[in-house]
C-alpha cells in the first residue's frame, strides 16, 4: 500500500477509483453532483432498467427526488422505498420488511437495487440484494462520510443480530459507488466527525504520512473545504480499494481494516444503539484503547498512543471515556460483548494492534488479564 501523501493533482471534478476484483469489478467515482447522473453513470453496467431505491426517511427529504429524476432520464422506470433512519433499522425485522416489499413489485433478477443513504441504507440494501432471487444487482450511492470512505466499498453486507454487529451478512460487490461528496454538505458536523474517523484509520494502518497530512488538513475537512475533502475521499477509497483487491473475503491483511473496531463494537452493543454512540465515535476511541493497548504491551511509545488520542480529540472524536454516552460502563460486560465478536477464532479474541503509526497487525495474543487492566483503567473500576 502507499505511504505517499495525497496526491495535490486529483482532478479536481471526479476521480474514478477500480476495486480490481476479476469479473466482479467496480468503479468508484469519487466527485460533486454524481447524484444527478446516477442513471447515465448506471446504464452501460445493468441489463435491465427496473430499479428500487432504498433510502432512510431522513436522505428521502433530501435526494430522493433528484435520484429518481435521473434514472427515468436514462431510461430506468424506478421506484423506492423508505426505512427508518438509525442503526436500529438494520435487524432482522427491517430486512424482511424490506425483502416483502420489493417481491410485491414483481422484480425480476436484472431489477436493480440502488442504496441511497448511509452506512445502515447500504448494508441492509446490499444484503437484500444478495439473497433476493438469489442475487440481483445493486448500486450504493453513498450519502454519508463513513459510507464513502469505508461501508460504501468492499462488498461487505449484513445486520446486526442480538448477539452483537454485523453477525449475520454477506460479501456481496455492488456494480457502481457514486460517492457523490456534495452531499456531505447537509450532513451535520457530528455525523462528518464519526465519517472522519474511519478516514483516519487508513492512516494508522500503514500510511502515516496520511495521519501527518491529516494532522495538518482534518479541521479543514470538517469544516468542509471542497479540496481537501474531496482529496481525503478519494485517498481512502483508493486505500479501501487496494486492500479489497488483495483480500476480497477478509482471510487476511483486510482484516487490518477492522482497527479499533473490537472495542467499538463492543462499546456500541453496551450503548443499545440508541444513536447515543454513533459507530464514527465508537471506532476513534477503539483506536485510542488499541493503541494505549499496545503501548500496554511495549509494542509500540507512549507518545504514539498519545499523538492519536491527541488528534482525536483536536477534532472534537472521543478521546477518553467521559466523551463517551453517560452509562455505567463495565470491563467484563465489554470483554463479554468482544468474545461475541465475528473475528474470534478458536475462542480467542482478535485486535488489530500497532507497533507504531502506521504499522498496525493482527493478534490474537492479547493477555485478557492486560486488556482488563486497560479497560479498568480506562472507565475507572
Not at 466527485?31 to 453496467?45: C, I, N, Y
Not at 430499479?51 to 435520484?67: E, I, S
Not at 445502515?120 to 442475487?135: E, K, P, Q
Not at 475521499?233 to 476480497?248: F, G, P, T, W, Y
Amino acid at each position: 500500500m502507499s505511504t505517499a501523501d495525497p496526491d495535490p493533482r486529483i482532478d479536481r471534478d471526479r476521480e474514478t477509483v477500480r476495486v480490481e476484483l476479476g469479473p466482479r469489478s467496480y468503479d468508484v467515482v469519487v466527485g460533486a453532483g454524481l447524484v444527478s447522473e446516477a442513471g447515465r453513470l448506471m446504464a452501460p453496467l445493468l441489463a435491465g432498467r427496473s430499479a428500487v431505491v432504498v433510502t432512510d426517511r431522513v436522505v428521502a427529504g433530501l435526494y430522493l427526488d433528484a435520484t429518481l429524476d435521473a434514472l427515468r432520464t436514462a431510461g430506468f422506470a424506478p421506484s423506492h422505498l423508505t426505512v427508518e433512519s438509525g442503526e436500529r433499522s438494520k435487524d432482522l425485522a427491517t430486512l424482511g420488511g424490506v425483502l416483502d416489499d420489493i417481491l410485491d413489485r414483481g422484480i425480476e433478477r436484472s431489477t436493480a437495487l440502488v442504496a441511497l443513504g448511509g452506512g445502515v441504507v447500504g448494508d441492509l440494501t446490499g444484503f437484500a440484494a444478495s439473497i433476493l432471487l438469489r442475487g440481483v444487482p445493486f448500486v450504493q450511492i453513498p450519502t454519508t462520510l463513513l459510507a464513502q470512505v469505508d461501508s460504501g466499498v468492499g462488498g461487505k453486507t449484513g445486520v446486526n443480530s442480538t448477539h452483537g454487529k454485523n453477525l449475520i451478512g454477506t460479501f456481496y460487490q455492488p456494480r457502481l459507488v457514486l460517492a457523490d461528496v456534495a452531499t456531505l454538505a447537509t450532513l451535520p458536523l457530528r455525523e462528518r466527525r464519526a465519517g472522519y474517523a474511519e478516514i483516519v484509520k487508513y492512516g494508522l494502518i500503514d500510511d502515516p504520512a496520511f495521519f501527518a497530512w491529516l494532522e495538518t488538513n482534518g479541521a479543514a475537512l470538517l469544516d468542509g473545504d471542497p479540496d481537501v475533502l474531496r482529496t481525503a475521499v478519494a485517498h481512502s477509497c483508493r486505500a479501501k480499494a487496494r486492500i479489497v483487491a488483495a483480500d476480497e473475503r477478509e482471510s487476511g491483511s483486510r482484516a487490518l481494516l477492522n482497527l479499533g473496531h473490537t472495542f467499538a463494537h463492543a462499546l456500541e452493543a453496551e450503548a443499545g444503539y440508541d444513536g447515543s454512540l454513533l459507530h464514527g465515535e465508537a471506532v476513534a476511541y477503539g483506536m485510542v484503547l488499541a493503541h494505549r493497548l499496545s503501548a500496554a504491551l511495549g509494542l509500540c511509545s507512549e507518545d504514539d498512543a498519545a499523538r492519536v488520542a491527541a488528534h482525536f480529540r483536536a477534532v472534537g472524536l472521543p478521546s477518553e471515556p467521559d466523551a463517551l454516552p453517560a452509562i455505567r460502563w463495565n470491563s467484563a460486560a465489554l470483554i463479554e460483548q468482544m468474545k461475541h465478536d465475528k473475528k474470534v477464532q478458536g475462542g480467542r479474541m482478535t485486535f488489530v494492534l500497532t507497533r507504531g503509526i502506521g504499522h498496525a497487525f493482527l493478534s490474537r495474543d492479547v493477555p485478557t488479564e492486560a486488556l482488563a487492566a486497560l479497560l479498568d483503567q480506562a472507565f475507572g473500576e
